[in-house]
């Protein structure tokens, strides 16, 4: 069945440092969405790429979807303790309406 | 608010008792999913309901029932748990199968005793 992986499972930065966080599918994405989840609380939808080669900007954030749509990457620049919490990227194939869901990448920001 | 709520927030139950979990959304959407999340492990996803008729079961055991009465509500009954199916169990919504945003709610606390 389709994987989705997620690295790196956990990352420590300092507060002003830039994060990133990769998914690899182990087959072609029709679209990736990723979702955020800060601690005790339930994930909430950040973004979706639907196009090969899509980068797309939300303030320090950028996504983007690889040409061959088998991978995502989120990039958050100089981090803040806002930024805390679990970085979910979730695929889906063409066809199917389920997306798959990463196992997460969890983000600590020391002050 | 995300405008999806779940009921109850937490919940502790015997493996012998029959609990249900509710799930309301007021977005007007018409695709309903359960998906639970145990640490270290990804979300999975359970079942998905569209326009009230059951479109995906994941291979869940039969200890887990869901009912979706209208396209708002969405139930999922428990009864003789294991304590392996301690989780949190979230509630989600999307406009339509085919729109892939999902809206979770805040999630129930299950701890099976």
């Known amino acids: 069945g389709q994987q989705v992986m997620q690295i790196p499972q956990y990352q420590h930065v300092q507060e002003g440092e830039d994060f990133t966080t990769y998914c690899n599918s182990s087959?072609?994405?029709?679209?990736i969405q990723w979702y955020k989840q800060r601690p005790g609380g339930h994930p909430v939808f950040l973004i979706q790429?639907?196009?090969?080669?899509e980068v797309k900007k939300q303030k320090r954030l950028t996504f983007q979807f690889g040409e061959a749509k088998k991978n995502s990457s989120l990039h958050i620049t100089a981090t803040q303790t806002t930024d805390v919490g679990t970085y979910f990227c979730a695929g889906s194939r063409g066809g199917s309406y389920i997306p798959t869901f990463g196992r997460g990448t969890s983000l600590i920001v020391h002050p | 608010e995300t405008g999806v709520t779940q009921t109850p927030r937490h919940l502790v139950m015997g493996m012998t008792n029959k609990k249900s979990l509710k799930c309301e959304q007021h977005l007007g959407h018409n695709a309903m999913y359960w998906y639970k999340q145990s640490a270290k492990k990804p979300l999975e996803l359970m079942f998905v309901?569209?326009?009230?008729?059951?479109?995906e079961n994941n291979s869940v055991p039969s200890r887990f029932s869901p009912e979706c009465p209208n396209s708002s509500h969405l139930f999922l009954h428990l009864h003789t748990l294991q304590p392996e199916d301690s989780a949190l169990y979230l509630c989600?919504?999307?406009?339509?199968?085919?729109?892939?945003?999902?809206?979770f709610g805040p999630g129930t606390r299950l701890t099976v005793t």
């Open positions: 087959t072609t994405l029709s679209n």
């Open positions: 790429l639907v196009k090969s080669g």
């Open positions: 989600a919504s999307s406009q339509d199968l085919n729109l892939y945003e999902q809206y």
């Open positions: 309901y569209s326009l009230e008729e059951r479109v």
